[in-house]
């Protein structure tokens, strides 16, 4: 026994490594807000607004990430809590890989004053624009360069976690209500019947986004980032060009974002669209009045032309009629715009942790070539205030 117990002591050291780790997180706590939407009555809200965390681990060239979306997940749904779970490789120099299931970096995001920017779904109203962060995809990704050189490129290929369940003949499998599946009486389309995947088929979709960072002016970054991606039940591909420059320095903070885009997607899939085109314009700064209190500012514009699917006549699969169920499913075309101003001032409590007090201002207007179409939209032309104190916390 002793003899086993020199020898485990001997060889332990030559298994030995080190492995370091960490442990970030943000929340956002709505210590008491105030929202009003034109014809409907004004309330308070207090609760968590913004609740993630995340989790770094790291040894020699390889790394982790996992991030928890802990207040938008439907657990109902597999692996949907994890918005970020990667690992990466960094043994050659200048080059970074990484491999798993995150978001897809192409647009200069940027939060507001006290609401999410509309890429992100910040709207009291409700947007139509269709590009928002591209999160929750699986990828594999190259990155060349870093600050010391003065940019990073990186390029990713992606495709998305659930997929629309299709049967060993090809045939697309339908979630439906009512009907016989007969002519006179077709089945209604609700929806596609999708799965949750651990890896994308490229057979089904293909998605390629680009985003360059430039480093070299100062305290500016300008970014440029191109995306595109197709499934095979969309009318054509979708893609977007973004443009964008942020200034992070002691006494002023400025954030730029341009981004132009078209979309498609299946005549049932949620949101879907035949054809949307969009621009998106948002603008802001900060200015640190001394150690304690800063100033800022945000504006954002939306403007979508959407163009719908048309299955309002039955058409058939394997022997079945099968008809639209949805406004969307007519062919009409709409046009949306929002606009929204914030403004505020923000208190650093400690080095990790600021009280943000401020207003907002949004309108909306919408026009349709039909009344069918407006029905869409809950407040097609309205407007929405809301007041608000946010504490925030990073550790």
Known sequence: MRSLCLLLCLLLP???????????????????NYEKISNAPGAAVIGIGVLDLKVFAEQDY???????????????????IFEEAYASYRGIKGWRFSLGKGIIRFQNLHWGVIENSY???????????GWRKVSRKNFISATYGNRGVGFADTFAVFGDSTEVKTYDNGSISY?????????????RVTGY????????????????????????????????????????FAHTGSYAF???????????????????????????????TYLKQEYFVQMGTQYHINTDWSWLANAEFTHVKD???????AFVQEGRYYQGDSNRQ???TTRAQNYKIETGAQYNLSKSAFLTMGGLYEKRKTTADSAKALSNFRYPNNNAYKLATTISFWF
Do not use: C
Not at 14 to 32: C, H, M, Q, V, W
Not at 119 to 129: K, P, V
Not at 175 to 187: H, K
């Open 119 to 129: 890429l992100d779904g910040g709207s009291l109203i409700g947007t139509e624009n």
């Open 242 to 272: 973004d443009f964008g420059a942020t200034r992070d320095a002691d006494d002023w903070e400025f954030w730029v974002d341009l981004m132009w885009g078209k979309q498609s997607k299946g005549p049932f899939e949620a949101y879907s």
């Open 14 to 32: 030559n298994f030995a490594f080190s492995l370091d780790t960490a442990l970030k997180g943000f929340i956002a706590l709505d210590a008491l």
């Open 193 to 232: 019947t999708a799965d949750n995947v651990p890896a994308f088929n490229t057979s089904k979709e293909q998605g390629f986004a680009n985003k360059l960072e430039l480093y070299r002016s100062g305290y500016w970054t300008m970014t440029a980032g191109q995306i595109y991606y197709r499934n095979k």
């Open 62 to 80: 390889l790394s982790a990430a996992i991030k928890l979306d802990l207040d938008n997940s439907r657990l109902s749904e597999a692996n949907n």
């Open 307 to 313: 163009k719908y699917h048309n299955f309002s006549t």
């Open 175 to 187: 979630v439906t209500s009512g009907g016989a599946g007969t002519a006179i009486s077709p089945l």
């Open 330 to 332: 007519f062919g009409q």
